[in-house]
């Protein structure tokens, strides 16, 4: 692990620990928060394999179903609270800042005091594994009157609500102060139609976070005491107002884990193809409409309950398609004419957007209320968003991961580990989730510890438990990478990769303060190209003379700087 | 509109291919279309000098025209989906039944309650009788929980709704053809969520009449 502050080589270690533990350097608070998310990462794995292993042939009674339960409801539970979620914000912590040109997050005291608390929630929650009646057990939403003390009793349960509401406040706190960094604390020139995309992704994401996050610690709260007696939910208007506080929370949330990697994907590809990212301002029209209506289309969850107005969400979730339709154009675009670099972190953008598609396809199915009676709670849904959020998400974190390492550690990841990685990862991914369509057509449910017989269900399970296996072999591999690529360094220098951003024109990793010389001017969204371009025009006769091939390929010198 | 039973109700099974066979295919054309273009586009411009790679970034027409495609898509999904849920959901529901089923669901056994008969079926953890519906009519389900919420679907019928506790609502579905076919709880409701099962059995009306006589010759069905 690489140790970002200066100053621990004549203090005692417990001291230098709590340094890292206590910093309010955005940086260190984003390297913790992105350790920690991974360790949850692992954890939530983990239950995800248990859970695999108990699906892999029918009657197979590899665990209890009362665990089960705990396995499916924590599995969920834990990636979206305490990995993907704060991995997006971990990113925005260390990167928004670098990228508008500031010395240091907004508020950074309530950004450390945040990531605490989101942790503390994320133990708090998993100490429900301790405890007699096991941990949560009602699933990621825990619609009342199932998550109730009556239907669900026992302390797990109750840790669970309460580790929710702290790590939900955690994250609100952060999306807060992310907001008012961009706000606040831009450099000089970097107007707000010349922030980088990935900037622009973290502000609708972090839009999204202060509108809808509260509305799910407010209804954490209401179970919280509804669990302890008082009458809150009460009958059929009761299950169906839980259930729209939930997912006026539960559908932003599904877009704060994909706008961050979304940016994620667009710089690498951007970066990679030596082009700027096309379409720039209907990109970012793009993102706030994407933004409202991903805030309007909360009740496609509940189509079957009869308590909502299905046309309305099918409207607002079938117009999701123009959004999610230019971003698709934009990433094209970008590529043609470009001069394309496979890097591995090339490769997870590709990846990213790819099977990201099928997710979003499949997305604009369930959001026709007739296609849905039928998908709803099967496991078409699962399979739908695995490809959203692991498919998706996470193909948009490793193509960040493999993008930004350099910046953070000093050190670029093995290329060849990481497209062993990329290519485990994209079979086990297919194969764990492409059989889950057919599942859940096949009329399979989502949440069963087991299942019946029927043809064909044993080998299609079996298949997705052996692709859980090879994701399992995937995450090893670039464990490995991390471990090599620490150990033996390739030092990566300021600019590895020709970068467009502002986060480039430092040193790897950069300063306590970010920057030590004079910022590049700001003209566009990717000042770093544009100087380059300016650069090559100075020399327009010499620089179209370089021969094709890998020739020019290498580092900017930095002297092009001023 | 072609669909549906012979009888003319609305088959929610059809009614969901109708709608499943107009989104699928255009769904896999455009990830066909998306993944040939980007790969295309890799294949092409890869490994040139940084310094060829074009430099324009922007078309306000073509992007223009682009987003009105999208919107005359939206529009054209949602003429088919909401022309087929109409069907399904209003006029279905105000089709004259030929049999009333109250569907209780509690923890974790279905009760199939046949009024104009006085029979009981119980279906789940702890046993199983089949659902025995008539082919060819309407059947409206009348669908509520004791407890907590759970969900009666009968995938062949393509088919799902809540029930929950503090609230009877309606479904009305028919089936177009004998056979016996799985249903299964689909909201998660506990322990034995995955234990929550039953099977319909759909005979001929005259079928169904002689089944209904033995079963209130027999008192009404085991208890």
């Not at chain 1, 994250?171 to 990935?198: E, K, N, Q, Y």
């Not at chain 1, 094209?332 to 490769?347: E, F, K, N, Q, V």
């Not at chain 1, 510890?449 to 080998?459: I, K, Q």
């Not at chain 1, 006769?541 to 002297?559: H, K, Y």
Request: aromatic content about 12%; charged content about 10%.
């Amino acid at each position: 692990m690489s140790a970002t502050a200066p100053a621990v080589t004549t203090v005692s270690r417990a001291s230098s620990v709590f340094g890292a533990a206590a910093s309010t350097d955005h940086k260190r608070i984003g390297l913790n928060m992105g350790l920690a998310s991974l360790v949850f990462f692992l954890g939530g794995g983990v239950m995800a394999l248990l859970m695999r292993t108990q699906l892999a042939q029918p009657h197979m009674q590899f665990v209890s179903d009362a665990t089960y339960n705990e396995l499916f409801t924590m599995h969920g539970s834990t990636m979206i609270f305490l990995f993907v979620t704060p991995m997006a914000m971990a990113l925005a912590i260390y990167l928004v800042p670098l990228q508008i040109g500031a010395s240091s997050i907004a508020a950074p005291r309530m950004v450390l005091a945040a990531f605490w608390i989101w942790l503390s929630g994320g133990i708090i929650m998993q100490l429900g594994w301790l405890t007699q009646e096991g941990a949560g057990r009602s699933g990621w939403f825990a619609y009342v009157p199932l998550s109730n003390s009556a239907n669900t009793p026992g302390v797990g349960q109750d840790l669970w609500t309460v580790g929710v509401i702290l790590a939900a406040a955690g994250l609100t706190i952060i999306g807060g102060c992310v907001l008012a960094t961009i706000a606040r604390r831009r450099a000089p020139g970097m107007s707000v139609m010349r922030m980088p995309v990935f900037t622009w992704t973290q502000l609708v994401s972090a839009l999204m976070v202060v509108g809808s996050f509260p509305v799910l610690i407010l209804a954490m709260a209401l179970l919280y005491a509804e669990r302890l007696g008082a009458h809150v939910f009460i009958g059929y208007s009761g299950a169906i107002d839980y259930q729209d506080l939930f997912w006026f929370f539960g559908h932003p949330v599904v877009y704060v884990m994909f706008f961050p990697f979304l940016g994620a994907a667009a710089e690498v590809i951007a970066v990679n193809a030596h082009k700027r990212w096309f379409g720039y301002a209907a990109f970012v029209a793009s993102m706030l409409a994407f933004a409202a209506l991903s805030m309007s289309v909360w009740s496609h969850h509940m189509f079957t309950t009869g308590g909502v107005t299905n046309q309305y969400f099918a409207f607002t979730s079938t117009a999701l398609v123009v959004p999610a339709g230019v971003e698709y154009f934009d990433m094209i675009a970008t590529l043609i004419g470009g001069s394309i670099l496979l890097r591995t972190s090339m490769l997870f953008a590709l990846g990213f957007f790819l099977q990201f598609l099928i997710g979003g396809l499949s997305g604009i199915f369930i959001a026709s209320p007739v296609l849905d009676y039928h998908a709803e709670d099967s496991y078409m849904i699962v399979a739908h968003f695995h490809y959203t959020l692991f498919a998706g998400s996470v193909f948009g974190f490793f193509a960040g991961i493999y993008h930004w390492f350099p910046k953070v550690t000093g050190a670029r990841l093995r290329e060849g580990l990481g497209r062993l990685h990329f290519v485990l990862l994209l079979i086990g991914t297919n194969m764990t989730f492409l059989p889950m369509f057919f599942l859940g057509n096949y009329g399979m449910p989502r949440r069963i510890a087991d299942y019946p017989s029927h043809p064909g269900w044993g080998t299609l399970n079996l298949l997705e438990t052996a692709g859980a296996g090879v994701i399992a072999l995937a995450v090893a591999t670039f464990l490995v990478n991390v471990v090599v690529s620490l150990r033996h360094r390739d030092a990566a220098g300021e600019d590895p990769w020709l970068g467009h951003t502002l986060e480039w024109a430092t040193s790897s990793p950069p300063p306590r303060h970010n920057f030590e010389r004079a910022l590049p001017p700001i003209t566009s969204y990717a000042p770093l190209l544009d100087l380059r371009q300016r650069a090559a025009d100075r020399n327009g006769a010499a620089m179209t003379r370089v021969p094709a091939g890998r020739a020019g390929l290498g580092p900017t010198p930095q002297e092009d700087a001023p | 509109m072609g669909l549906g039973a012979p009888t003319g109700l609305v088959d929610t099974r059809a009614e969901y291919q109708h709608v499943f066979d107009i989104y699928v295919p255009i769904a896999i054309g455009v990830f066909a279309l998306i993944v040939i273009a980007t790969l295309l586009a890799v294949l092409v411009y890869r490994r040139r000098p940084p310094e060829r790679a074009a430099r324009w970034y922007e078309h306000d027409r073509l992007e223009g025209g682009y987003a009105l495609l999208l919107v005359a898509t939206v529009a054209f999904l949602l003429y088919i989906t909401f022309t087929a849920e109409h069907r399904v959901d209003t006029v279905a529901a105000r089709e004259r039944p030929g049999l009333v089923v109250n569907v209780t669901g509690s923890k974790w056994e279905w009760h199939f309650n046949y009024p104009a008969y006085g029979i009981d079926l119980y279906s789940g953890a702890v046993g199983r009788q089949d659902l025995v519906v008539p082919t060819g009519e309407a059947i409206r389900f009348r669908l509520t929980s004791v407890d907590v919420i759970h969900a009666f679907w009968i995938p062949q019928l393509r088919y799902k709704h809540d029930l929950i506790p503090g609230s009877v609502q309606d479904s009305t579905l028919t089936f177009s053809r004998r056979g016996v076919f799985a249903g299964q709880c689909a909201e998660f409701c506990g322990l034995l969520h995955s234990d929550m099962i039953f099977d319909v059995r759909a005979l001929s009306p005259a079928e169904f009449t002689t089944w209904a006589r033995s079963q209130q010759a027999a008192g009404g069905g085991a208890a």
